[in-house]
């Protein structure tokens, strides 16, 4: 199994452009998540989805867009960049509804906004 | 609303000292706690849980255990290794706000020969 995975690795954007970021899992998990890492924040929650054609504000949603049109498949959108949306995106699965629930990571996506 | 703190860093070490991090918790209902750990330039792993008052999680010479009475979970090493050398996040989930996860803002661990 490969996990979560994410793409790209990195990326460099203008500010105004536009980007989707990818996160697929390969383990049948019904919960998705997108989280954000900014120095001396920890994890913030972005967008979560508890299955299929189903997404959910987190925290921090302003600026992003998501869907979940495959159980496998988390997208994340960003319409028009900015600066301040610089930093480090991490998607994350879980297999549902029971607390006890370990969140899985992917690797990471290193966004830098100029 | 539910909520993590842990202890600030960075924190530096020398190999085989003994670790603690601290971390303390508020929550509504009866959460599970989780310590994930961040290799550089990677993502999170999970470390060790607890998913009731008084379990204890272990793993890799960690171990925590889930102290209702005082809201904490303290994460301890006895012998640290260069290589255990991280980031590390404390967290909860609770079943009352849905299963979302909380994080600490994590805690730097660099060890030294």
């Known amino acids: 199994n490969a996990g979560v995975t994410q793409t790209p690795k990195f990326r460099v954007l203008k500010t105004g452009q536009s980007m989707t970021l990818l996160c697929a899992q390969d383990?049948?998990?019904?919960?998705m998540y997108w989280y954000r890492q900014d120095p001396g924040m920890g994890l913030r929650l972005i967008h979560y989805?508890?299955?299929?054609?189903?997404?959910a504000k987190g925290e921090v949603p302003d600026g992003y867009n998501v869907s979940r049109l495959k159980k496998q498949n988390f997208l994340l959108g960003l319409e028009s960049a900015a600066p301040s949306q610089t930093s480090v995106y991490f998607c994350a699965s879980s297999p549902g509804t029971d607390a006890t629930y370990e969140q899985y990571f992917g690797p990471g996506t290193r966004l830098t906004v100029t | 609303g539910d909520s993590v703190t842990q202890m600030e860093g960075p924190v530096t070490l020398s190999e085989e000292a003994f670790l603690t991090i601290n971390c303390t918790y508020t929550a509504t209902g009866y959460p599970s706690l989780f310590w994930y750990v961040q290799y550089p330039g990677e993502g999170l792993q999970l470390l060790l849980k607890?998913?009731?008052?008084?379990d204890k999680g272990s793993n890799k010479g960690f171990e925590a255990t889930y102290r209702k009475e005082t809201t904490s979970f303290h994460l301890e090493k006895g012998s640290v290794q260069v290589s255990d050398s991280a980031v590390y996040f404390c967290?909860?989930?609770?079943?009352?706000?849905?299963?979302?996860?909380?994080f600490g803002t994590g805690t730097s661990l660099t060890v030294i020969p």
């Open positions: 607890a998913t009731k008052a008084d």
């Open positions: 989805s508890v299955g299929e054609g189903t997404t």
């Open positions: 383990m049948n998990h019904e919960y």
């Open positions: 967290a909860l989930s609770d079943y009352l706000t849905g299963n979302q996860f909380y």
